[in-house]
């Protein structure tokens, strides 16, 4: 079965502080990977995805970068932190969404920027 | 512009009771319209995935109905059970890009 980790689980940083956030997925090979923030109180807003190595796309302008080293690791990175940073950061992954496969998501990440 | 809304914000019934949670989308292209149920601070949960050939989707006590006409879905959760308190995310999946996120609806079922 495949199953989606992400650490840590929460995470306090001072505002100009670096960032990086790791996902890894098991039990799979080559899924479409994504990393979210949710605000409090707010729906969730996708921040960049990957359908490969090497492969990242944006949706939004903002400090954060993402990477994918290796196939089933994907990291959210940040070289200075600002306070609008603070949220509920998920990872999640899927096959294939124009076919109505499920996107599975990781226990998700608290930040607080301080 | 691709958006979703869901109604009501939040909604409070008794344990056993039923309830319908709405959702209206307006985006293109659309490939399929998703349910999600999210504890608080954990990761959203799929319930019902449904394409748009499809009216309507049943997952144990929860039954999505879906109207690509209108563009209007809904999640009707039966004998509602204190579990069921959560978030539910209404996600609207566009063909080739990603999926657009509602607001979500805050259910509390109380004893």
């Known amino acids: 079965s495949q199953t989606i980790h992400q650490w840590p689980a929460t995470l306090v940083q001072p505002v100009g502080s670096p960032l990086s956030l790791e996902c890894t997925v098991e039990g799979t090979s080559n899924p479409n990977l994504y990393w979210y923030r949710q605000a409090a109180g707010r729906g969730l807003q996708l921040l960049f995805y990957s359908v490969g190595i090497g492969q990242i796309s944006s949706e939004v302008p903002q400090n954060l970068s993402a990477s994918r080293p290796q196939d089933r690791q994907f990291i959210l990175s940040s070289k200075k932190l600002l306070l609008s940073d603070s949220g509920f950061y998920l990872c999640?992954?899927?096959?294939?969404?124009?076919?109505?496969?499920?996107?599975?998501f990781g226990p998700g990440t608290r930040l607080t920027v301080t | 512009k691709n958006q979703v809304e869901q109604s009501p914000q939040s909604l409070i019934i008794l344990e056993g009771k039923n309830c319908t949670l709405q959702?209206?989308?307006?985006?293109?292209?659309?490939?399929?319209l998703r349910w999600y149920k999210q504890d608080t601070g954990r990761g959203p949960v799929s319930l019902t995935i449904?394409?748009?050939?499809?009216n309507t989707k049943s997952n144990g006590r929860y039954t999505a109905t879906l109207d690509a006409d209108t563009k209007q879905s809904s999640l009707h959760i039966t004998a509602s059970q204190l579990s069921d308190s959560a978030s539910y995310i209404c996600?609207?999946?566009?063909?080739?890009?990603?999926?657009?996120f509602g607001p979500g609806t805050r259910l509390s079922v109380l004893p």
């Open positions: 996600v609207a999946a566009l063909y080739g890009q990603n999926f657009v």
């Open positions: 959702c209206n989308y307006t985006v293109s292209p659309f490939s399929n």
């Open positions: 449904m394409t748009f050939s499809e």
């Open positions: 999640a992954w899927d096959r294939d969404r124009d076919r109505g496969y499920e996107q599975y």
